[in-house]
C-alpha cells in the first residue's frame, strides 16, 4: 500500500490506528451494573434475567436514543422483539449514532418499511418443512429448530418471523415428530440445531436431544449454531463444555459481525469450547456501516483466528422484511473479498454466499480469477492483478511451453 499525498498519509495512518483498536481484546466492563455482586453478573440467568426489553429501560440507559430509534422500539415487538443482555449492551457506543453494535441490536423505525423484493421467509424454510420445526432442504442434512428464544435479537434476522414470537408465529417444536422424521430417513447424516439459539436450552434438555440424535445411527455430525458466546458468554460454562465433549463429532457454527464483540469474555468463552475440542466455525452477515469496511472485516477475521474460529460463511444479508438499512450491496462483498484473498491468510477467508431467495440454497459468490477457460489452457488473475496462463494437456502429454507468467497485462 502507498499513498500519495500528504491527505491520503493522514488517512491511511488513522485507519491502521483503527484496525489496532479493534484488533485488542477488552472486557466489555461492568457499566451500568457496577454495584451488580460478581456471582450475579456472571450467572447466566441472571444476565438473561435483567435483559433492556422496553423503550423506558432504553430511554433511561442511554439518552441519547434518535427519533427514529424511539419510534422503532415502540413498533418493535409488532416485528422482533427488543431484547439485549446487560453484558452486550454495555458494547454499545451511546455517544456513536453509528456505532456498529447500536446498529444490529436498536430498532429503527425503518424495519416497518418493506421493500417490494422483501419477504417474511426469505429462505423458503416453512416450504421446506416436513415436520414443524424441520428444515429438509438439502440431500443430507437437516436444520432442527429447537426454540424461538435468543439472548438478544438481532434486527436483521432471517428468523424474525418466528423468533421472539412478535408476530405471533407461534412455533412449537415437536421434538418427537423431528427426530422420528430423522431416525427414519437414513440419507440423513448432518443436524444442525439452530432456532432462536439451541444454548439457551438447559444442561440437561440440550443433552437429551443430543443424544437422541446420536443414538441414530446415520447420523454422523452434529452441528449447532449460536450467537451466544458473543451475547451471553457467560453461558459457556464448563459444565456444559464437559456435556457437549461428550458427543462428538459436534461442532459449533458462533455469529459474530464485528471484531468488538470480541472480547475477553468472548475469547475466553471460545477458549473453553475449543478446548473442549469442539470446532468452531464463525458466520457473520454483511451489514451496511457495521462490516461492509475491508480493514474492519480483516481485523474481525484475523480477531477470530486468534480466538481459535475459522470463518466459515458471510452471508449477503437475507432480504428479510424491513432490513433495506442494514443491507449492503453484493457489489460491496465482492470487493471486500477482492481485498481480503491474498491479502491476508487463507484461514481467515469465509466463503461469501447468498442464500437464493425463496429456496434456492446457499450459492457462493467470489471476485473472478478465472479470466478464460478452454481446452488446453486456463488463464487466471492473482491477487495483484497478475496474469498467469496454467496449461493442462487432455492426453497428458508434455505440456509445450511450461506454464507462465503473461506479460501482457490488458489481457486482464
Ligand atoms: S441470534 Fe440468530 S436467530 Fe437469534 S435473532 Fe440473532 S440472527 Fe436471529
Redesign the pocket.
Same mark, same amino acid.
Given at each position: 500500500m502507498h499513498s500519495e499525498t500528504a491527505q491520503e498519509e493522514v488517512v491511511e495512518s488513522s485507519a491502521r490506528q483503527g484496525s489496532d483498536f479493534l484488533k485488542e481484546f477488552r472486557s466489555a466492563g461492568r457499566g451500568f451494573w457496577g454495584n451488580v455482586s460478581d456471582s450475579d453478573w456472571n450467572d447466566w440467568r441472571w444476565q438473561l434475567k435483567n435483559r433492556i426489553t422496553t423503550l423506558a429501560q432504553l430511554q433511561r440507559l442511554m439518552p441519547t436514543l434518535t427519533p427514529e430509534e424511539t419510534a422503532g422500539t415502540r413498533l418493535a415487538n409488532q416485528k422482533l422483539a427488543l431484547a439485549i443482555t446487560p453484558y452486550f449492551f454495555n458494547l454499545i457506543d451511546a455517544a456513536d449514532e453509528h456505532c456498529p453494535i447500536r446498529a444490529q441490536m436498536i430498532p429503527r423505525v425503518e424495519e416497518t418499511h418493506t421493500a417490494s423484493w422483501e419477504m417474511s421467509d426469505p429462505c423458503g424454510e416453512d416450504s421446506h418443512s416436513p415436520v414443524p420445526g424441520l428444515v429438509h432442504r438439502y440431500p443430507d442434512r437437516v436444520l432442527f429448530l429447537v426454540t424461538d428464544r %435468543?439472548a438478544a435479537? %438481532?434486527r436483521y %434476522?432471517?428468523?424474525s418471523r418466528l423468533?421472539s414470537n412478535a408476530t405471533g408465529y407461534d412455533f412449537h417444536p415437536e421434538f418427537d415428530k423431528q427426530i422420528a422424521y430423522i431416525a427414519e430417513h437414513p440419507e440423513i447424516r448432518d443436524v444442525l440445531l439452530s !432456532? !432462536?439459539?439451541p444454548l439457551l436450552l438447559s444442561d440437561e434438555k440440550l443433552e437429551f436431544l443430543l443424544s437422541r440424535l446420536r443414538a441414530i445411527p446415520h447420523i454422523e455430525f452434529l452441528r449447532i449454531g449460536t450467537?451466544i458466546p458473543v451475547f451471553l458468554p457467560q453461558r459457556i460454562t464448563p459444565a456444559l463444555c464437559a456435556m457437549l465433549k461428550q458427543f462428538h463429532p459436534l461442532f459449533l457454527s458462533v455469529?459474530s459481525n464485528h471484531p468488538r464483540e470480541l472480547t475477553t469474555e468472548v475469547r475466553d468463552a471460545l477458549g473453553r469450547l475449543a478446548d473442549a475440542g469442539i470446532p468452531l466455525g464463525n458466520q457473520s452477515v454483511l451489514l451496511r456501516h457495521v462490516n461492509d469496511d475491508a480493514e474492519v472485516m480483516k481485523t474481525h477475521l484475523q480477531k477470530l483466528l486468534m480466538c481459535r474460529v475459522k470463518p466459515y460463511y458471510l452471508y449477503q444479508c437475507d432480504l428479510i422484511a424491513g432490513s433495506s438499512h442494514l443491507r449492503a450491496s453484493v457489489r460491496r462483498g465482492l470487493d471486500i473479498m477482492e481485498q481480503l484473498r491474498g491479502h491476508t491468510t487463507g484461514y481467515a477467508l469465509p466463503t461469501y454466499v447468498i442464500d437464493a431467495p425463496g429456496g434456492g440454497g446457499k450459492v457462493p459468490v467470489s471476485p473472478e480469477y478465472v479470466l478464460s477457460r478452454n481446452a488446453d489452457r486456463v488463464v487466471l488473475r492473482n491477487y495483484e492483478g497478475k496474469i498467469f496462463e496454467y496449461a493442462e494437456a487432455a492426453d497428458g502429454s508434455p505440456l509445450t511451453p511450461a506454464p507462465h507468467q503473461i506479460e501482457e497485462p490488458e489481457l486482464g
Open positions: %435468543c435479537y %438481532c %434476522c432471517t428468523r423468533v !432456532g !432462536g439459539d450467537r455469529h
